[in-house]
């Protein structure tokens, strides 16, 4: 069974990614509200599929959502390189970087679903370019516990 959900129609094609957010005081009344919101806050998640049914929607641009298909990806967050180690379990700063414009904010900001919390590495990916000169990896990571 797929999983689905409603994003708004102007941004939605297969492929694209996108964080849930959370609810909005405009949801309240929506009788497709839980369609929209049984999705985890600051995870991201890939459209797989389009659906033809469409919806009203005050909270997207143009005021139309669409049911799409979609697929959870797993968590990212930047990890120290003196602890990155996969199978490691660590426990991760509280994500209060305040450098904006880094490319890689996102692993890093106290959104993401890792930040402060104890994780295991499941995947060592690339060195970051920290603007602070902080020495850090991507990796994919499970919350553990």
Do not use: W
């Not at 957010?21 to 599929?49: F, M, W």
């Not at 968590?75 to 660590?90: D, Q, R, T, Y």
């Not at 060592?124 to 919350?143: D, F, Q, S, T, Y």
């Amino acid at each position: 069974m797929s999983n689905i959900t409603l994003i708004g129609k102007e941004v939605a094609r297969v492929g694209f990614i996108f964080t849930y957010v959370g609810t909005s005081p405009e949801c309240v009344d929506c009788q497709v509200k839980k369609a929209c919101h049984d999705l985890k806050t600051g995870y991201r998640y890939r459209i797989t599929a389009i659906r033809d049914k469409e919806h009203d929607c005050p909270v997207h641009d143009g005021g139309k959502a669409v049911i799409v298909e979609y697929e959870e990806l797993k968590v990212e967050a930047s990890i120290p390189s003196n602890k990155a180690i996969e199978g490691a379990i660590i426990s991760l700063k509280d994500g209060s970087c305040q450098v904006l414009s880094c490319a890689n904010h996102r692993l890093c900001r106290k959104e993401n679903p890792a930040a402060g919390k104890k994780v295991k590495i499941t995947k060592l990916m690339e060195e970051i370019n920290c603007p602070r000169g902080l020495k850090l990896r991507r990796a994919e990571v499970e919350l553990h516990g």
